[in-house]
């Protein structure tokens, strides 16, 4: 029986690429450093702002005194141009509302800066469609340890026994495991089936409508 589930934000809820990919070429255009595809972006993100400019930067521009200095800018831009081209997923604002209907309780857990996340998810979905909107914090590891989802699950006083973790990218799936959850890949976003089949994904959805039938057969 489900009764919590927690979702992944990027590649999940949202497709947040083209603004991610957008601020982080911006960057590199203006410090004359190579840019690089959205192709490339979905492989970049999923572990956290740091790595993603981490990433994106070249190697000899990763002192972490310059690494610092590029976060403070890529993260100026992003949060000014975070809402240009990002939308929801087709049928994610409907299954949040079926979700609803069903009595079960949805979180956002995501490596995104907490700080991001709570404006971004109200601007498309509104207030009130998650009991709680959660990024990363100083002090908590980044997925895949779960520390972070510990103390989201106390907060919303979810068993893991009856919790279920969904996300687009290998990091989710053992973000949920190493919780002790199961752990559901979606299709529609960066990654995809081979890589969430590779860290054993306990099911894969290519539409919301398929995480309403797993949901079903669950807790049938």
Same mark, same amino acid.
């Given at each position: 029986?489900?009764?919590t589930?927690?979702?992944?934000?990027d590649?999940?809820?949202?497709?947040?690429?083209?603004? %991610?990919?957008?601020?982080? $070429?911006?960057?590199?255009e203006? !410090?004359?450093?190579?840019? !690089? =595809?959205?192709?490339? &972006?979905?492989? @970049?993100? /999923? $572990?956290g702002i740091?790595?993603?400019?981490?990433?994106?930067?070249?190697?000899?521009?990763?002192?972490?005194?310059?690494?610092?200095? =590029?976060?403070a800018?890529?993260?100026?831009? &992003?949060?000014? !141009?975070?809402?240009d081209?990002t939308?929801? &997923?087709?049928?994610?604002?409907?299954?949040?509302d079926q979700?609803?209907a069903? /009595?079960?309780? =949805? #979180?956002? @857990?995501s490596?995104k #800066?907490?700080?991001?996340?709570?404006?971004i998810?109200?601007?498309y979905?509104?207030?009130?469609? @998650?009991?709680?909107i959660?990024?990363?914090r100083?002090?908590?590891?980044?997925?895949?340890?779960?520390t972070?989802? *510990?103390?989201?699950?106390?907060d919303?006083?979810?068993?893991k026994?009856?919790?279920? @973790?969904?996300?687009d990218?290998?990091v989710? +799936?053992?973000t /949920?495991?190493?919780?002790?959850?199961?752990?559901l /890949?979606?299709?529609?976003g960066?990654?995809?089936?081979?890589?969430?089949? #590779?860290?054993?994904?306990?099911?894969l959805?290519?539409?919301?409508e398929? +995480?309403? #039938? *797993? %949901?079903? $057969?669950? $807790?049938?």
């Open positions: 029986m489900i009764k589930i927690l979702f992944d934000l590649g999940t809820l949202l497709n947040t690429i083209d603004d %991610l990919a957008d601020a982080s $070429n911006w960057v590199c203006r !410090h004359g450093w190579p840019t !690089h =595809t959205v192709a490339e &972006y979905k492989h @970049f993100v /999923g $572990n740091p790595l993603l400019v981490e990433r994106f930067s070249p190697a000899e521009a990763r002192s972490p005194q310059q690494l610092a200095a =590029t976060l800018e890529f993260s100026a831009r &992003y949060d000014a !141009h975070k809402e081209k939308r929801p &997923y087709p049928g994610m604002a409907q299954l949040l979700l609803r069903d /009595g079960i309780q =949805t #979180a956002v @857990f490596n #800066a907490d700080e991001f996340c709570g404006k998810v109200e601007h979905f509104g207030k009130g469609k @998650f009991q709680i959660r990024g990363s100083k002090g908590v590891p980044t997925k895949p340890d779960p972070g989802v *510990y103390r989201l699950m106390e919303l006083g979810a068993d026994a009856t919790t279920l @973790f969904i996300g990218s290998n989710d +799936i053992l /949920g495991h190493n919780a002790g959850l199961p752990a /890949g979606v299709l529609w960066f990654r995809g089936r081979d890589e969430l089949l #590779a860290v054993g994904a306990d099911a959805a290519e539409t919301p398929d +995480i309403l #039938a *797993y %949901l079903h $057969n669950t $807790n049938k």
